[in-house]
């Protein structure tokens, strides 16, 4: 199995990306994709990989775009005073009740150009590399990732690990940060390949963190949709969050 974590940004000098694949011996080998991470460069990365988990959401709340439409059209705007069904989705709730983390608003923040990026990458991948869509549930080969969420459930700290007012700090941060995922995974994976750009970018963190929880999302050790939560997963994607400590995690 080869894994993508793909840290996705609306430009591409920001997007990272990190291979994890079994290296020699029995043991796995994390590895940047190096080099401008364009749409073309992202479908062609993609068409060798079995998984790929993406720091980005795959859908819109399905209200907003119930709304938009309505607006479009001329129809009643169906909002209220309260637009929290508007500009979260099911999966950024669960994630704010299961760990505090609130996610940011992919239809009322600057996350926005990123989802839009995203869904043309979604209709890339199913055109020239998979043969359809992929679920955006996670049930699939496509996973939607969050990482912040994942080094909470992780019980890794992590604060200030992205600060742009104070770059040392943030570096020394991602040290520490480096030194215990590396830790954690050590039976199993190789991170030095990756290491010091780990802690170069916070980015190519991010796109590490992203393959090792589609890998927990593929082993069922993460916290998927409820019965109930299943319609709004497949339409507005699925922010998966691990279940298990990363010492357990095992591809």
């Not at 040392?168 to 991170?191: F, K, N, T, Y």
């Amino acid at each position: 199995m080869r894994v993508l974590g793909l840290d996705l940004a609306a430009d591409p000098s920001n997007t990272a990306a990190v291979v994890v694949a079994p290296g020699v011996g029995e043991r796995w080998e994390a590895v940047e994709v190096e080099g401008s991470l364009d749409d073309d460069r992202l479908v062609s990365a993609v068409a060798g990989m079995d998984l790929v988990g993406v720091d980005s959401p795959l859908g819109w709340p399905a209200e907003f775009v119930k709304a938009v439409s309505a607006h479009a059209s001329f129809r009643r705007w169906p909002g209220t005073v309260d637009r929290s069904e508007l500009t979260h989705r099911e999966t950024d709730r669960a994630v704010r009740q299961a760990t505090a983390r609130s996610p940011l608003s992919v239809s009322a923040d600057r996350l926005g150009s990123v989802a839009m990026r995203c869904a043309l990458l979604q209709r890339l991948w199913a055109e020239q590399v998979w043969g359809g869509p992929a679920p955006r549930d996670g049930s699939g080969r496509l996973v939607e990732t969050y990482p912040a969420a994942a080094l909470h459930a992780w019980a890794v700290e992590c604060r200030r690990y992205k600060s742009r007012r104070h770059p040392a700090e943030a570096q020394a941060v991602r040290h520490r940060m480096v030194g215990e995922i590396s830790d954690a995974v050590s039976p199993w994976l190789a991170v030095d390949p990756v290491g010091q750009r780990c802690i170069d970018s916070d980015h190519v963190l991010d796109a590490l963190l992203c393959a090792l929880v589609a890998i927990a999302a593929k082993k069922s050790a993460t916290k998927k949709p409820t019965a109930s939560q299943l319609a709004a997963a497949q339409a507005e994607g699925w922010i998966h969050v691990p279940r298990i400590p990363l010492a357990a995690l095992r591809p």
